[in-house]
């Protein structure tokens, strides 16, 4: 309902700046930092007062009053948050983390917070009109507080193994039924790395324990659902996935070892919208459910279906969250290395074999000469064949093939080994509608933050990236039509079970969009439709 109450004002947010007499003439600093997924800008001149200087990058990072900032480099070490704050450029934006400092605000994410502010500032303006707090409002502000007690119930640094079992995740003792899916718990707002050792103690407590069978079955399937998954849990489910290939017996692959590869591959996954570490597992995922659901353990070598499965993993290592077309026009410092080719790719590879070079996380150890080469082989052509800008050239290569395909030639397989990663990368609408219409939220909310950046700088701005073109209907059923689609027919036309499994799916969503895309059509009326 439009008009129906004013929006509260938001809290300052965008550019914020130190007050600047006009015609002072006083020179200002600019400094660009990343809060809360977003990329800001700080402008205050040289004499602002400590105090306002961190007043103002509380308010940058919608902190309360009980808050702990935070301010870390470009190389990653803490920096002081005053008027000496060094100058810096867009690329090497410094990273503002709130840190709580008691108990009720470790439990209140700033969404909430910011919630509860709103809602009493709606509070304040509807009794100021209506003479009384309407019924709806109260019910909004209990609902508030029943949710901000539940958050403070869940302390999150339990480690107890009741803990670790009501997960789901392991076998109960005794033979009461647990939940399958646990309410993901609230992490505490700590600083990157004391959330990391977090994530990397209750990894490795729970990689010791046995996964139920249940939900082992349930990770070949592409139904499965990552939302209900924090990254510890994700981690030993990973590890899963190679135990159940059988990779650490045919590759001697110390579990210890592989604990290190994937602790530090979610390590490089960076906290943006879309391509994080819960991508990252959802592509490895379906790459597993797809070999399950393929029988590929009986089609192709098990070094084919490693090369397969760790390339998903890494195919997105350390992506900034801004795409190719960005680094090249930018000319950032990954288009300079790269040569404007594939450069975002070519880093993720890179990345890759920079944490396989590691003793103690290189899974690869124990192999051959020649297997190493043969992985590192496929691996590269695996990863940088994500790069969309290649989509037709390698579907058009398999169409080719597909009709006399032979899984004893090496060109096939590897043109069907592309094809598996690329299907998995872009599978989100194979997947429960549910589970797949956030990823699409997060995924336009990480193409709006570039074409913000890109109107900043008079960079071109892509339509589909645009926040005022996108239709989020209409994008998705043009992808859904004319990629998604013809890419899940062809690989169904070799792999016919695929049919129920990913290709029905992917239609009803395109049911799914094109209702909604009606729907907001008729809404706007005939002169827009
Ligand atoms: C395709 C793609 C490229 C880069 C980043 C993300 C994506 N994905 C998606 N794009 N991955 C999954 C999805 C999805 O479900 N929808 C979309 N939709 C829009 C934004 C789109 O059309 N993306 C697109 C299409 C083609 C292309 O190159 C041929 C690049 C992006
Ligand atoms: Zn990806």
Not at 38 to 54: G, I, M, N, P, T
Not at 107 to 124: C, G, K, V
Not at 290 to 306: E, M, P, S, Y
Not at 373 to 394: N, P, S, V
Request: hydrophobic share 40%; aromatic share 10%; net charge negative.
């Amino acid at each position: 309902m439009d008009g129906w109450m004013d929006e509260p004002p938001e809290r300052p947010l965008g550019k914020v700046q130190c007050h600047v007499p006009p015609g002072s003439g006083m020179t200002t600093k600019i400094i660009h930092f990343m809060v809360n997924g977003r990329l800001e800008q700080a402008e205050f001149s040289a004499d602002c007062s400590a105090a306002d200087v961190k007043d103002l990058f509380r308010a940058a990072a919608e902190a309360g009053p009980h808050h702990i900032l935070k301010m870390y480099n470009a190389n990653g070490s803490v920096v002081n948050i005053s008027p000496r704050l060094e100058a810096n450029s867009e690329e090497s934006y410094y990273r503002l983390e709130v840190v709580a400092s008691d108990l009720r605000s470790v439990a209140m994410p700033p969404e909430l917070d910011n919630m509860e502010y709103r809602l009493h500032h709606l509070e304040s303006r509807v009794t100021e009109d209506v003479g009384k707090t309407p019924d709806i409002i109260s019910g909004l502000k209990s609902h508030v507080e029943s949710f901000k007690r539940k958050l403070e119930f869940h302390s999150p640094h339990c480690q107890s193994a009741e803990h670790l079992s009501w997960m789901g995740l392991f076998k109960a003792d005794g033979d009461q039924q647990l939940s399958k899916f646990c309410p993901k718990p609230k992490t505490p707002q700590l600083s990157v790395q004391e959330e990391r050792q977090q994530v990397r103690r209750k990894f490795l407590n729970m990689s010791s324990l046995q996964v139920t069978e249940e939900v082992r079955e349930h990770l070949k399937t592409p139904i499965f659902d990552n939302w209900q998954w924090e990254e510890a849990e994700m981690l030993v489910l990973l590890q899963v996935m190679y135990t159940d290939l059988d990779f650490l017996t045919a590759f001697h692959i110390e579990p210890e070892v592989l604990q290190n590869f994937l602790f530090e591959v979610y390590c490089h996954y960076n906290n943006i919208p879309f391509h994080n570490f819960q991508h990252c597992f959802c592509v490895t995922q379906m790459m597993y459910g797809l070999i399950w659901l393929t029988d590929l353990r009986n089609k192709l070598g098990r070094v084919d279906l490693l090369i397969m499965l760790t390339s998903a993993l890494c195919h997105d290592l350390d992506h900034p969250g801004y795409n190719n077309v960005y680094q090249i026009n930018a000319q950032t410092d990954l288009a300079l290395r790269y040569n404007d080719i594939s450069p975002l790719e070519n880093h993720h590879c890179a990345v890759a074999f920079g944490i396989l070079s590691k003793p103690e996380c290189n899974i690869l150890k124990n192999l051959t000469g020649e297997q190493y080469k043969h992985i590192r082989g496929g691996m590269i052509k695996c990863i940088l064949a994500t790069d969309m800008a290649r989509h037709y050239e390698i579907l058009n290569k398999f169409k080719l093939m597909q009709p006399v395909f032979d899984f004893t030639n090496q060109d096939h397989k590897e043109v069907l080994m592309k094809i598996m990663v690329k299907v998995s990368d872009i599978s989100n609408e194979a997947r429960p509608m549910a589970v797949a219409e956030p990823w699409l939220d997060c995924l336009l909310q990480e193409f709006f933050n570039q074409s913000d950046t890109e109107k900043l700088k008079g960079l071109p701005v892509a339509p589909f990236m645009d926040r005022d073109k996108v239709s989020k209907p209409s994008s998705q059923t043009s992808f859904i039509r004319f990629v998604l689609l013809p890419l899940f027919s062809e690989l169904t036309k070799l792999f016919p079970c695929l049919e129920q499994h990913i290709l029905e799916p992917v239609r009803r969503a395109l049911e799914y969009y094109s209702d909604m895309e009606r729907a907001s059509k008729d809404e706007e009326g005939p002169a827009k439709a």
